[in-house]
């Protein structure tokens, strides 16, 4: 009898893991086909996974029907995105834009949020709970999406770019006060007084002493894990403090996203700030794209089929009110007529955030399950008409010079980002410091990171070799990657993970002789110098001068010499060309 059981116990765990692997390969075809096509035509990944999901699930295919498990699995996702959010959002890059951010964005939020939530209440006859916090969500934008229009448009930094940006940082900021308001919305018996004031004031004391404890134990736990040199423990210890404080906050009464937005804030200014957020990327990417597929999954499309002029309409109004709200707005706050349009055009879209809030808010039965439908149609509607608006937006600012708006600041990313940081990476810090250039240093080494960072120089923790650390530390938009790395092998994997990653950028290597130097310009390094040759040059120098030869003739010697030993290095970059 128990041999039967035990089998059957087996038989049935195996069809459940096998139930399990199937729907993660339809998920992932449905990614690997929907996600590219929509990028193709300018969608954008995010509304690509929206899509998949709907094709996959219930309303479209069927051929994955428990939305639950997977909604679960999922909800680590929204965890990963606020905590890198968190990690992103620096004062002192939220001090820089103070007057965008704190100005427009706040008036944006305010006056967007309120007379959304007064049309829903009014008009639509939304409860009352329900409509304060859907007027905010959708006042809010997809950061995510707008960022990457920007980058295809190439216009980040310009005024209507930056404009766009200072916005959604306040919005991602008020995503943090929006998360708080959810377990309050659904107390059985809300009320202004008593009730929310002892919850807020449990939650603040409850959240300072998580801040306190962070500050204290974060950095010395990455330091211990950093000072191991094992890459995989790294990995594990940063999912732990993401998840580990998630759950906490969880169990307080405020939500996991909170937690994880908290775990970034108290690691932001930390030396291992940029190789936790690169181990943590591949993680967030894949289940937050996940999260948006299971938010397709859900939506109804019998809503759409059987009354699409009401929700096209509503979308509709949804986007014109946000953009006649946001003009004089912007207006206000100094852009001109055109540049105020373009920015209201492409934020005139609701965004990940509140498919965010809607879902936790819907599992709080804050929202009904039939305004839930609604909405999350509403937010897939206004991402889809996105790139059109965007490509008027980009019409109307494309006569308009980069170089000429200046008048919002815009924080930089270092234009040097140094790879390595031992003697030579150190000397070389050193020498754009004389020369007023800022610069960002990654070394593996955490000894070296603590002691230099006490010293004040600009060190993080970091292995190089990861092309999501140097994408972290601001490599994508440097000027010049300089690899001071002392070990030969690792700096050739490092220029050819460089050249493959950012192919337009200026790599320049340190080198230990002639055929090191030969095999790192064939790699993709822009620029190579022989430590050997250096030191030989001026040991030579030294010895001329001693045997009293004239120092004209000296600088002639040595300078052929050097001249004649570069072009040995970059023949071999010539000889490697093929041939027609």
Not at 51 to 75: C, D, F, H, Q, T
Not at 121 to 148: E, H, K, M, N, W
Not at 243 to 259: D, F, Q, R, V
Not at 549 to 560: A, I, P
Request: charge should be neutral.
């Amino acid at each position: 009898m128990s041999e039967l059981f035990c089998n059957f116990m087996l038989n049935g765990y195996e069809r459940m893991i096998s139930h399990y692997l199937i729907d993660i390969i339809i998920l992932l075809l449905a990614a690997v086909v929907i996600v590219p096509a929509a990028q193709m035509v300018r969608l954008g990944a995010v509304p690509g996974f929206l899509i998949a999901g709907v094709l996959v699930g219930p309303y479209g295919l069927g051929l994955i029907n428990k939305i639950s498990e997977i909604s679960n699995l999922a909800e680590i996702g929204v965890v990963l995105l606020l905590f890198v959010i968190g990690i992103e959002l620096k004062p002192s890059r939220l001090w820089l834009m103070k007057r965008m951010v704190f100005g427009l964005g706040t008036f944006q939020l305010i006056v967007t949020g309120s007379v959304l939530a007064a049309a829903g209440y009014f008009i639509f006859d939304v409860p009352l709970r329900a409509t304060i916090l859907v007027g905010a969500a959708l006042a809010l934008s997809s950061t995510a999406f707008v960022l990457q229009l920007l980058t295809e448009q190439n216009l980040l930094t310009s005024l209507y770019g930056r404009t766009s940006i200072a916005v959604l940082l306040l919005q991602d900021l008020a995503v943090v006060p929006l998360l708080a308001l959810i377990p309050l919305l659904a107390m059985p018996e809300m009320s202004i007084g008593t009730d929310i004031g002892i919850a807020l004031v449990e939650s603040l004391a409850i959240l300072i002493l998580i801040i306190l404890s962070g500050r204290f134990l974060l950095h010395p736990l990455l330091h211990r894990v950093a000072l191991s040199r094992n890459p995989e423990i790294f990995t594990a210890s940063a999912l732990l403090i993401v998840l580990g404080t998630a759950l906490i906050t969880e169990h307080i009464g405020l939500s996991m996203a909170m937690g994880a937005f908290l775990a970034g804030l108290l690691i932001s200014d930390s030396a291992y700030r940029h190789q936790v957020l690169a181990e943590i990327q591949p993680f967030r990417g894949l289940l937050l794209g996940l999260f948006f597929m299971s938010m397709g999954m859900s939506l109804n499309l019998e809503l759409l089929f059987n009354q699409p002029i009401p929700a096209i309409a509503l979308v509709g109004l949804l986007m014109t009110l946000k953009i006649l709200l946001l003009i004089p707005l912007t207006y206000w706050f100094g852009l001109k007529i055109k540049n105020a349009l373009a920015v209201s055009l492409l934020l005139a879209q609701s965004g990940e955030f509140a498919l965010v809030l809607f879902s936790l808010a819907f599992q709080a039965k804050v929202l009904s399950h039939y305004l839930f439908q609604h909405l999350l149609l509403i937010v897939l509607l206004s991402m889809l008409a996105t790139p059109v608006l965007a490509h008027f937006a980009q019409r109307l600012v494309k006569q308009q010079s980069n170089k000429k708006e200046k008048n919002l600041d815009m924080p930089d990313n270092p234009p040097v980002v140094l790879a390595g940081f031992g003697r030579v990476g150190h000397r070389i810090g050193d020498i754009l410091s004389l020369a007023n250039e800022n610069y960002v240093a990654l070394d593996a080494d955490a000894a070296i990171v603590e002691q230099q960072r006490a010293n004040g120089y600009p060190v993080f923790y970091g292995d190089v070799r990861q092309p999501e650390t140097m994408r972290a530390a601001g490599a994508s938009n440097a000027r010049i990657i300089i690899v001071t790395l002392n070990d030969p092998e690792a700096t050739e994997k490092v220029v050819t993970s460089l050249r493959k990653t950012f192919p337009d950028t200026p790599i320049y290597a340190r080198g230990h002789s002639l055929t090191q130097c030969q095999e790192l310009r064939q790699l993709g390094a822009s620029g190579v110098v022989s430590e050997n040759i250096e030191a030989s040059l001026e040991l030579a120098r030294m010895t001329l001068k001693t045997l009293g030869m004239e120092q004209e003739k000296q600088d002639t010697l040595l300078g052929d010499f050097r001249i004649a030993y570069h072009n040995q290095i970059d023949r071999a970059v010539t000889s490697s060309l093929p041939r027609h």
